[in-house]
Nanobody
Framework: QVQLVESGGGSVQAGGSLRLSCAAS???????MGWFRQAPGKEREGVAG???????TYADSVKGRFTISKDNAKNTLYLQMNSLKPEDTAIYYC?????????????????????????WGQGTQVTVSS
């Protein structure tokens, strides 16, 4: 059983930055992981993914502004969010795939499908005001 706990959410003005963290039980070096978000009235969408090799992928809407990374020594996943926009307002969730092998979610579209992940955190709220 993998447990995921997000932190780092909050309220910022447009143009600001936040860094989300996701502390994981077990060894993140063996997990593929992703960040998803769900805005009010919208479906949950994939934001970024990272595999066991450290390869990353992003949704077009955040490319160049967000950076996903893993610190396997701390078993923690991060999402650095810069140049935030009001449309980034959402609950942000981290998710993990275990077991995960090269090619399980990256490359290709599988990283953005909720069904590809078998463990989820509870979410953290991010609010960006204009």
């Amino acid at each position: 059983q993998v447990q995921l706990v997000e932190s780092g959410g909050g309220s910022v003005q447009a143009g600001g930055s936040l860094r989300l963290s996701c502390a994981a039980s077990g060894y993140t070096s063996t997990y593929c992981m992703g960040w998803f978000r769900q805005a009010p009235g919208k479906e949950r969408e994939g934001v970024a993914g990272i595999d066991t090799l450290g390869d990353t992928t992003y949704a077009d809407s955040v490319k160049g502004r967000f950076t996903i990374s893993k610190d396997n020594a701390k078993n923690t996943l991060y999402l650095q969010m810069n140049s935030l926009k009001p449309e980034d307002t959402a609950i942000y969730y981290c998710a993990a795939v275990y077991p995960c092998f090269v090619g399980t979610i990256i490359p290709g579209p599988r990283w953005r499908y909720e069904g590809s992940y078998n463990y989820w955190g509870q979410g953290t709220q991010v609010t960006v005001s204009s």
